[in-house]
Nanobody, 118 residues
Framework: QVQLVQSGGGLVQAGGSLRLSCAASGIFGFFSMGWFRQFPGKEREFVSSIVVSNSRTYYADSVNGRFTISRDNAKNTVYLQMNSLKPEDTAVYYC????????????WGQGTQVTVSS
């Protein structure tokens, strides 16, 4: 059974930093792992992703230059380092994993709240 278990998150003041972690179990060899976030009453939106085989990264414009995605293949874990946080980054963050040969993310973490106070 595939599981993505998230850790990190919490409350931080504007300008501060947080790191999210997402550990995958039950399967190895994802094509891509990513982070999404969801604001209250809104659709989930893309934040960042990393291609596991070549570490190519992608970022939403809103976080580019402030957030960094990375992965540790030995631990089957992906991280999201969030710096210079803003109140508008407040959301529930989800990690996700995409299998080879699919267009969508197939597995999701449980979500973790990130709250940035002004």
């Amino acid at each position: 059974q595939v599981q993505l278990v998230q850790s990190g998150g919490g409350l931080v003041q504007a300008g501060g930093s947080l790191r999210l972690s997402c550990a995958a179990s039950g399967i190895f060899g994802f094509f891509s792992m990513g982070w999404f976030r969801q604001f209250p009453g809104k659709e989930r939106e893309f934040v960042s992703s990393i291609v596991v085989s070549n570490s190519r990264t992608y970022y939403a414009d809103s976080v580019n230059g402030r957030f960094t995605i990375s992965r540790d293949n030995a631990k089957n874990t992906v991280y999201l380092q969030m710096n210079s946080l803003k109140p508008e980054d407040t959301a529930v963050y989800y990690c996700a994993a995409q299998n080879y040969g699919t267009d969508n993310y197939d597995y999701w973490g449980q979500g973790t709240q990130v709250t940035v106070s002004s």
